[in-house]
């Protein structure tokens, strides 16, 4: 089985584009089914997020689970395939796991070194886990995209080479101290916003969500209040400024509910704020498109040398996790041969036994000794040399040489007994 990613991102779609194929929800445990349901997918997970729309897969069949998986993206997106398809990148094997490394560092984030897609991938992998999409392969590989990631964040100044999308957002909306704000939404996103205000000098805060309860405790962190999601129309009148990022899936906030000039910043997809509101009098909405255009997100600056620090970072994680993959493909291999040779020792003691059987016991201990000495130094080299061999380019030839050379079956039980590797 081999790994492909294929998706869509703010890199290769307008944001109008990532706002009908994005799912959240029951939707988005759907989608993940189907994928997996899929006679050509063995492992699934699907990371979507405000900027991306990824499908991780395991295949044996490169080309069918291509045109599959990107008809279940027009599918559930309800966009057209055909519409789809120019948009759409296909990352396999090697490149599959590059692509994810890179992802998880912020490299390929539309605000460079933002660390929210840590917990995103994080998330996706949870809901994959629990929908008992994935196994041994994809598992593995996010766990250790996932720590790639924290020694990105960790060990190199990634983190400040480009704002966050809050930051990126709000850097638009000029002085933020004493004004009013709203916070729309307790989640991840919601928190980061609350926080980012709270440092920039708002004091007046005022947090709106669903659950009320969650969204006391998000107040409660950033000293504002809290009040119940129905009072959101009454509350933008007074509010200076608003943030939103719900899951709502359609617009909360309409040009009706403008009563006065406000900052609006929309971090949420498909949007909360009706792009209408741009016609009332003094309100300025900032969305992810308006965040995208300025450019502001990707300006590498003084984080120029934390970026190569990490692409760095990558390359080398991505050859020793390759490496570690070869390694573990030749396995079975050296097993069985170990075993085999294990066999044929076992053999031939019971025949010399049959033809010596007055040999007393230390003799017998001696020659079984002996003899397996000489079988473990005759496999050691050859053993070692396939291991490391398989880590190069083409590697897994040699193994091949082994199966063919020792008529070796590593897939028979009886060919990979318990041996000392």
Known sequence: MSVLAIGLSHRTAPVALLERVSVAGDAL?????????????????????????EVYVTVDRFHAAVTAISRLLGVHSGVPVEELTPHLYVHYEERAVEHLFSVVCGLD??????????????????????????????????????????????????????????????????????????????????????????????????????????????????????????????????????????????????????????FLLDLALPHDVDPEVRSVPGVTLVDLETIQESGIGSREGDGTRAVESVRALVAGELRAYLDAERAAKVTPTVVALRSKAAGVVESELGRLLMRVPDLDEKARDEVAMTVQRVVDKLLHEPTVRVKQLATCPGGDHYAEALRELFNLDPTIPEAVREVEL
């Open 109 to 262: 984030s539309m605000v460079v070194g933002e660390g929210q897609i840590l917990g995103q991938v994080r998330q996706a992998l949870r809901l994959a886990q629990r929908q008992g999409t994935v196994g041994a392969t994809l598992n593995d590989l996010v766990q250790q995209a996932l720590r790639v990631g924290k020694r990105a964040h960790h060990e190199t100044g990634i983190d400040k080479a480009g704002p966050s999308l809050v930051s990126a957002g709000l850097a638009l909306a000029g002085d933020l101290a004493g004004r009013r704000a709203l916070v729309i939404g307790a989640g991840s996103m919601s928190s980061l916003a609350a926080a980012t205000l709270r440092r920039a000098g708002v004091t007046d805060i005022v947090v709106a969500n669903r659950t009320y309860d969650r969204g006391a405790r998000l107040a409660e962190s950033v000293g504002g209040r809290a009040v119940e999601f129905s009072a959101v129309a009454d509350e933008l009148a007074g509010a200076d400024i608003v943030i939103t990022c719900t899951g709502a899936g359609r617009h909360l906030i309409t040009p009706e509910m403008i009563t006065r000039g406000a």
């Open 29 to 53: 445990a759907k989608l993940l089914h189907d994928v997996h349901d899929d006679p050509c997918v063995a492992e699934a997970m699907v990371v979507s997020t405000c900027n991306r729309v």
